[in-house]
């Protein structure tokens, strides 16, 4: 079952994933420094779209194979059922076995269809993507590597496993938000009190630090510096009141 409402996924996908970040630093027992987000460059195809939040469904493929065809020709049968019997939003994360080398593509015009009608609303792909246009007016979000024109061998091998992708693991069910900056990978711990925690860092920088340089104009560099330092130091209390630790300032 999906472990949060409709209503709070929506709230949750009205913030970029650099702002959800900063709220769930702030309740996780994980050091934010070393879970939770891509920590190799990734590319959002449809950074138009905002941001995607969504639970896990994880497929690996081998594009440059085409004895997988032969050794299991059910596979997107199987694959397919499989997608759609998880709670949604859901969001597709691909592990290509083919990297660094790209011979082929999961994702087109075609596949964005099937997955959107199964109730996915992006992918997240270590391998390519194309039919850019076509998944552009589908509406299906792809963060990914790279183009690519063909689709070679393309075919489910293993599906409802751990994945790894842009050097982090996935395992199936985790929610995930990510936007053009990369994404972040939710622990299932953390899920309750994010929102909270997310419009609450969010409402501190705007009430100190933000609030501070947005007034500057006529004052003096010593008076901006002061009314910055002390805004800094406000932002810091009011998070240590809440959360029992520092925020970013």
């Known amino acids: 079952m999906a472990r949060l409402s409709h209503a709070e996924l929506l709230q949750l996908?009205?913030?970029?994933?650099?702002?959800?970040?900063?709220?769930?630093?702030?309740?996780?027992?994980?050091?934010?420094?070393?879970?939770?987000?891509?920590?190799?460059?990734?590319?959002?195809?449809?950074?138009?779209?905002?941001?995607?939040?969504g639970y896990a469904v994880t497929v690996v493929i081998e594009p440059s194979q085409a004895e997988h065809r032969r050794t299991n020709p059910e596979a997107w049968r199987?694959?397919?059922?499989?997608?759609?019997?998880?709670?949604?939003?859901?969001?597709?994360?691909?592990?290509?076995?083919?990297?660094?080398?790209?011979?082929?593509?999961?994702?087109?015009?075609?596949?964005?269809?099937?997955?959107?009608?199964?109730?996915?609303?992006?992918?997240?792909?270590?391998?390519?993507?194309?039919?850019?246009?076509?998944?552009?007016?589908?509406?299906?979000k792809a963060l990914a590597c790279r183009l690519c024109v063909g689709h070679a061998y393309v075919h489910p091998v293993q599906w409802n496993c751990p994945v790894e992708v842009f050097g982090r693991k996935i395992v199936p069910g985790q929610l995930i938000h990510a936007d053009k900056h990369g994404f972040l990978i939710i622990p299932e711990e953390d899920e309750e009190k994010l929102l909270d925690a997310?419009?609450?860092?969010?409402?501190?920088?705007?009430?100190?630090?933000?609030?501070?340089?947005?007034?500057s104009a006529g004052q003096t560099?010593?008076?901006?510096?002061?009314?910055?330092?002390?805004a800094a130091d406000e932002f810091d209390n009011t998070t240590r009141k809440k959360y029992g630790r520092r925020g970013e300032w």
């Open 78 to 140: 199987h694959y397919r059922r499989y997608v759609a019997e998880q709670p949604g939003p859901k969001i597709v994360v691909v592990q290509d076995l083919d990297k660094p080398q790209t011979h082929g593509s999961f994702w087109g015009e075609v596949n964005a269809n099937i997955h959107r009608a199964l109730g996915c609303v992006g992918t997240i792909t270590d391998g390519a993507i194309r039919d850019l246009d076509e998944m552009n007016n589908v509406g299906f």
């Open 198 to 215: 997310v419009r609450f860092m969010d409402r501190n920088e705007c009430n100190t630090l933000i609030a501070a340089a947005r007034s």
């Open 13 to 53: 996908k009205r913030y970029n994933t650099p702002t959800i970040y900063n709220g769930w630093e702030q309740i996780t027992h994980q050091d934010p420094a070393f879970f939770g987000f891509n920590v190799e460059e990734i590319r959002d195809y449809m950074p138009q779209m905002g941001s995607m939040i």
């Open 221 to 230: 560099m010593e008076q901006i510096l002061r009314k910055l330092n002390d």
